[in-house]
């Protein structure tokens, strides 16, 4: 048994049930463990869940920067970006769960170790919307709120999307980033 495969099986049950609703046994059970086995990998359950969303932060910050790093007009990168996020939420579904509905589960002492993490993804995105005001592609007062709002409108897919849907992954991205885009996007006031 390997520590990925109880941070997986982790990322189900915290998915289906809930993090509070899930116990040690229940991931022990999971993967075919002893409880007190599960200790030998697995110190707690906090534990687990930092984890877990660090491993989900670092695989978004890793597809991201690579939007981010293209040589594309802010609006082709933004419309990327989004794409790339809601494919990687679609991939990675119990692990996407995990990190935007549990990441309040975290002791404070833990929380101070995720923010990081969390503002670095962040980043990636105000910076993003900050060339595209710089260039004159969008018109936004607030960089930051802008971010808050787009994510929190492509976070939200994963309590409605069904990869078996009308609309694919990818189809919910063109019609997130036409929407989101046609609030940025620069006009001629002639």
Aim: one cysteine or more.
């Amino acid at each position: 048994m390997t520590r990925a495969e109880i941070l997986e099986a982790a990322a189900q049950s915290f998915r289906q049930k809930g993090f509070h609703a899930t116990s040690m046994q229940d991931i022990a059970d999971a993967v075919n463990l002893q409880k007190a086995s599960l200790y030998h990998h697995i110190s707690s359950k906090q534990e687990i869940l930092l984890d877990l969303l660090d491993q989900a932060l670092e695989m978004l910050i890793e597809r991201i920067s690579e939007v981010a790093e293209q040589p594309l007009a802010p609006d082709e990168r933004l419309r990327l970006a989004i794409r790339t996020y809601l494919e990687a939420l679609a991939e990675h579904p119990d692990l996407s769960g995990v990190l935007l509905l549990e990441h309040r589960s975290l002791i404070p002492k833990l929380r101070k170790r995720h923010f990081p993490k969390r503002d670095r993804f962040e980043a990636l995105w105000r910076g993003i919307i900050e060339e595209g005001i710089e260039d004159g592609c969008f018109v936004c007062q607030e960089p930051s709120l802008a971010v808050k709002a787009l994510l929190g409108i492509l976070n939200w897919t994963i309590m409605w999307y069904r990869p078996d849907g009308r609309l694919s992954a990818d189809e919910i991205a063109a019609y997130n980033a036409g929407l989101f885009l046609h609030g940025l996007c620069a006009r001629d006031k002639s």
